[in-house]
């Protein structure tokens, strides 16, 4: 653990300028600099870095991010390992934090248990030098077309006949018999007596996204139907089935260069196709594709290319995938090799050209995969092809980009000469579905937790403008729009309806704070806003407007929080941003991004289309921001209180209530009035 005041410094000192020029030839232009971006293919520089904010920005793949943001994606590292090179550049002495002894006692098993795997490893490796090795696993790797260095680079082993063989090495060499067992690599029989899990069998080590030998998979040569083909590592505290991919330790940094990560099923696949240069390839092996199996592919890449061999378990794994992928926001092609060959047959009978060549050629949408397939299976009968057309309908359904979706329902509509309307309603019909399953697990989880919340989890990318019909319709905050007519509204959707109607102002306030919080609003002297005794900074006028009223949206509330705890403590605008994008809390970091970086394209582009300057922005759109707010908020006050008024008998409270709602009103037109004329 490194402690925070460490991490601080680090931030500070790291000048984004210096990080990135670092690997990218960086070429002024004006306040920021810019280059061809180190993350996608170009030949124009996209990629631009703003050394006022710390952050860069690439306006064609759209990565973006901070100096540690940048070392993590482009050196592939963790957040701790991307604050230790900064600090190692910088000559930061980083002395890491006690840990407590639980800590301690975590770590240094973990620890045990992958030396336990890499000594395996190591054994298993020598063991292919031996005779025995030489003449029955060596020969077979030799005929998969595998050749030294590859059996060399990926750990390609061998263990022995001899059962006891393993564990009474690592006996010898001092290894405790408790670590392995913990590590799957022997079993302890009811007698107390161990022997290995594996033997007789050639070996292919796993390892994890950091390099490390995680687990093991054994094949056996023997063609003895009683013996099983394949016998893996169980699941232990270092390797997660579920999480791991085979090769992705060597594949990574070829996916996020190509920005394409090649998904095959075995190991031999693997293997061919990295030999033959092809190195941007993993393998979900042993498991079918998970969920966090995607998850880890998409920190290096958006896109997925699905290899598959055309047999029918093939088939029923490549659908599977493509509506995972799908919904993990990524993109996904299908490649079907040619008269049933697997991803390795293919490799090792074709030249890198000939392969790369037939995926560029072949990769398929998975509208025309999926649709070709399972036209051939409907053939005449009208039935099995709207069934068809609803199957693809569905995986349309599932993609979390709007935009995305509405061009696949053209081409979708196209293909299968339907109208776009019908497609478009079945879609919206199954998100409404998914969105609702969603909510009711979640309800459900909560429930199981024994915490009862009024209302659904609002997140700050929550409201945006698919999904669920809305019953508020803005996003985006319309300055001095029209009052909409009020509507008493049933109490339990007040809470929601707050925060739709209330989040997009907060969200823009927020923004002008993180964005330009410390800077002076030089009102003119005429402005009912104008103090000469004192300049107010941007900051301080819409957390005095506010007056202690916090946001409804929690994320927002959170940051806005965050952002005066650090202001009260003296530190500067650029300090706190800084902060906010490198938080520990991943909520916080996803609303600082969203307001800095992908506001800041938009202002970027903005200013170089005017002439106002931030001065006259600022001093227009603050205080227009707010009361638009306030406006809302009164709105929102008057649907409570009208609510409250329908829910009551009592004439003396039904009086009090009208007036209550009589004084809001009034507020609102003042507001209303001032707007008008800002
Ligand atoms: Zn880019």
């Known amino acids: 653990m490194i402690p925070q005041d460490t991490v601080n410094r680090i931030l500070?000192?790291?000048q984004i300028v210096d990080v990135v020029g670092d690997f990218v030839t960086l070429k002024k232009r004006g306040a920021n600099y810019?280059?061809?971006?180190?993350?996608?293919?170009?030949?124009t520089p996209s990629f631009s870095v703003s050394p006022s904010k710390g952050i860069y920005k690439c306006f064609g793949c759209g990565k973006s991010g901070t100096a540690v943001g940048f070392v993590m994606e482009h050196e592939s590292l963790s957040y701790v390992e991307a604050l230790k090179y900064l600090a190692k550049k910088y000559h930061i002495e980083?002395?890491?934090?006690?840990?407590?002894?639980?800590?301690?006692?975590?770590?240094?098993?973990?620890e045990s248990l992958l030396l336990v795997s890499e000594f395996a490893g190591r054994f298993f490796q020598e063991s292919l030098k031996t005779p025995e090795g030489q003449t029955i696993a060596y020969q077979y790797f030799r005929s998969r077309g595998l050749e030294d260095s590859t059996i060399e680079k990926y750990g390609l082993g061998w263990a022995p006949l001899n059962r006891k063989a393993l564990t009474e090495a690592a006996r010898e060499a001092g290894y405790k018999e408790e670590f392995l067992t913990e590590t799957g690599l022997a079993i302890k029989y009811d007698d107390g007596r161990i022997g290995g899990r594996f033997y007789d069998r050639v070996m292919f080590p796993i390892h994890s996204v950091s390099g490390r030998v995680i687990a093991f998979g054994g094949r056996t040569l023997r063609t003895d139907k009683s013996v099983a083909k394949y016998v893996n590592s169980p699941e232990t505290e270092i390797y997660v089935k579920s999480r791991s991919l085979y090769g992705i330790y060597f594949a990574k940094s070829e996916i996020s260069k190509k920005d394409k990560c090649i998904l095959v099923e075995g190991y031999l696949d693997v293997l061919s196709m990295h030999q033959?240069?092809?190195?941007?390839v993993v393998a979900s092996s042993g498991t079918s594709l998970t969920v966090e199996q995607i998850r880890l592919i998409h920190k290096f890449t958006d896109n997925v290319t699905i290899i598959y061999d055309g047999d029918g378990a093939g088939i029923h794994a490549a659908l599977r995938g493509i509506d995972l992928v799908l919904k993990e926001g990524m993109n996904v092609k299908i490649v079907l090799l040619p008269d049933g060959q697997d991803p390795d047959d293919f490799a090792r009978r074709h030249t890198l050209e000939e392969v790369e060549d037939y995926i560029a050629r072949n990769e398929r949408d998975f509208i025309g995969f999926k649709s070709d397939l399972l036209l051939d299976q409907a053939g005449n009968d009208p039935l099995k092809k709207a069934q068809l057309i609803n199957d693809v309908a569905d995986s349309v359904a599932l993609m979390p980009d709007p935009v995305k979706?509405?061009?696949?329902?053209?081409?979708?509509?196209?293909?299968?000469?339907?109208?776009?309307?019908i497609l478009t309603e079945r879609i919206s019909s199954r998100r409404t579905d998914m969105i609702l399953a969603e909510?009711?697990?979640?309800?459900?989880?909560k429930a199981a937790l024994g915490r009862q919340t009024p209302s659904p989890v609002q997140n700050a990318g929550d409201y945006g403008p698919e999904d669920v019909p809305a019953p508020m319709p803005?996003?985006?905050?319309?300055?001095?729009?029209?009052?909409?007519?009020?509507?008493?509204?049933?109490?339990?959707?007040?809470?929601?309806?707050?925060?739709?109607?209330?989040?997009?102002?907060?969200?823009?306030?927020?923004?002008?704070?993180?964005?330009?919080?410390?800077?002076?609003?030089?009102?003119?002297?005429?402005s009912k806003f104008y103090d000469e005794n004192e300049q107010v900074n941007v900051a301080e006028f819409i957390d005095g407007a506010l007056a202690g009223d916090p946001f409804a949206n929690p994320s927002y509330r959170k940051v806005y929080d965050e952002y005066f705890v650090m202001y009260d403590e003296g530190l500067d605008q650029r300090q706190i941003q800084t902060r906010l994008l490198n938080s520990q809390d991943p909520e916080i970091v996803e609303v600082a991004k969203e307001l800095l970086i992908e506001k800041y394209q938009l202002t970027v582009k903005a200013f170089e289309d005017s002439l106002t300057t931030n001065d006259t922005r600022l001093v227009i759109y603050v205080p227009k921001c707010l009361m638009t707010y306030q406006c809302r908020k009164l709105e929102v006050m008057v649907k409570e209180?009208?609510?409250?008024?329908?829910?009551?008998?009592?004439?003396?409270?039904?009086?009090?209530?009208?007036s209550r709602i009589e004084d809001c009103n009034r507020a609102r037109t003042r507001l209303n009035n001032e707007l008008g004329r800002v």
């Open 439 to 445: 909510q009711k697990q979640e309800e459900r989880k």
């Open 474 to 526: 803005d996003d985006y905050v319309d300055y001095g729009d029209p009052v909409p007519e009020l509507v008493p509204v049933p109490e339990s959707e007040t809470v929601v309806i707050t925060d739709r109607f209330l989040a997009p102002c907060e969200k823009e306030l927020l923004g002008f704070i993180l964005e330009d919080g410390c800077s002076p609003l030089k009102f003119d002297r005429d």
């Open 405 to 421: 979706r509405a061009v696949y329902v053209r081409s979708c509509a196209e293909k299968f000469g339907i109208d776009e309307q």
């Open 276 to 280: 033959l240069g092809i190195t941007n």
């Open 12 to 14: 500070d000192t790291a």
């Open 94 to 110: 980083v002395v890491e934090k006690e840990e407590s002894a639980e800590e301690i006692a975590k770590r240094q098993k973990n």
């Open 641 to 658: 209180l009208s609510a409250e008024l329908m829910a009551t008998e009592d004439s003396e409270k039904q009086i009090e209530i009208l």
């Open 34 to 43: 810019t280059a061809c971006c180190p993350f996608h293919n170009e030949k």
